[in-house]
């Protein structure tokens, strides 16, 4: 027993002295009327100092286009589906993104997720893991756990058990969640942050649901407003074709519209309950 406990202490030590990305493979059905249709992304959670960051590789890498870009004067219109990062810090979680038209956003997420630990254990990739349940965004999920990493983190907002969630699933298969690699990173690696000289605009769970709400009838609706103030002006794309700011406008509109159209089926599907 003793040297499992002076195991469990020099594992930990060298993992917390080493910044880590855990990558997960994420798949998911965003589209309720076409289950068929099954979405993949590969999602990381970066670990640094007992803090972490949970993004997507393929926005990582448009965000990193859209500076670009930027730097050249021209307006890219992202294509990722998933648009947020989630942030875990001194036992908080927060939502982060720049989706909803009001430049970057930053949401507390204060609720607990009440766990259910339970006895079944499983071996997920080269792990041991036990089995945990709970209730979160108006779905049941099912978390695989293990104690061979002993940080309780995990993908999206999932946190609090006593070691990392390495696969976690909803009861209608639409999200799962699945650990599929490991590495060291840099400490100082930094995320490329659009508009980085402008505040980060902080909402409680509440006022998110608000806006939520107000984008989902109208999600072009600041694109528009900063046309009419003169700050989206005629230019020429990516591929050299000009355009201008009204058809900006108009692209990013009925984009936006399609987008939620098919988005029918979001991880907290709960919010869709709200009116």
């Known amino acids: 027993m003793k040297n499992i406990i002076l195991y469990m202490f020099i594992f930990t030590h060298v993992l917390h002295a080493q910044s880590k990305r855990f990558i997960y493979e994420y798949k998911y059905v965003p589209d309720s009327t076409d289950k068929a249709n099954i979405l993949r992304d590969l999602m990381f959670l970066d670990i640094t100092n007992h ?26 219109i992202p294509k990722a589906d998933i648009m947020y990062k989630i942030e875990k810090k001194a036992s908080k979680v927060f939502f982060k993104t720049i989706d909803y038209g009001i430049g970057k956003i930053k949401v507390e997420d204060n609720r607990k997720i009440n766990w259910e630990i339970l006895p079944d254990k499983e071996k997920i990739g080269k ?23 002993p940080i309780q983190d995990g993908p999206y907002k999932f946190n609090g058990l006593p ?14 969640f699945e650990l599929v690699g490991i590495k060291n990173i840099e400490k100082d690696i930094q995320y490329p ?28 609706a600041e694109t ?27 692209e990013v509109d009925i984009q936006a519209k399609e987008r939620i159209k098919k988005d029918n089926n979001i991880i907290e599907i709960d919010l869709l309950e709200y009116k």
């Open 127 to 149: 792990f041991t893991a036990q089995k945990a349940k709970c209730s979160f965004g108006g779905r049941k999920w099912t978390a695989w756990f293990t104690v061979d990493l």
């Open 224 to 250: 528009r407003r900063l046309y009419m103030m003169g700050r989206i002006p005629d230019q020429k794309d990516t591929s050299g074709n000009s355009r201008t700011g009204l058809e900006i406008v108009r």
């Open 51 to 76: 803090e972490s960051l949970f993004y997507s590789q393929y926005k990582y890498s448009e965000d990193s286009i859209s500076i670009a870009e930027a730097k050249k004067g021209k307006f890219y």
């Open 163 to 176: 070691g990392l969630i390495v696969k976690i699933e909803d009861s209608t298969n639409s999200h799962k």
């Open 193 to 220: 942050e659009l508009s980085a000289r402008s505040d980060e605009l902080y909402l409680t769970q509440e006022k998110f649901i608000e806006l939520f709400k107000k984008y989902r009838k109208d999600p072009a």
